[in-house]
């Protein structure tokens, strides 16, 4: 009956840690896409101001 709730509290802290690490990877992954699409936007002015 001990081990089970250990087992259990054990189970719940990966968990939640699993979804903390989940989630600021994809607020990462979010940004890193944010910084590409702005910095392809940037670009294409760029060459469009040069022709």
């Known amino acids: 009956m001990f081990s089970k709730n250990i087992f259990s ?10 979804n903390i690490f989940s989630a600021m990877y994809r607020r990462y992954v979010n940004n890193a896409e944010m910084n590409l699409t702005l910095r392809t936007g940037r670009l294409d002015l760029e060459l469009y101001h040069m022709i």
């Open 9 to 18: 509290a054990l189970l719940m802290f990966s968990k939640n840690i699993f």
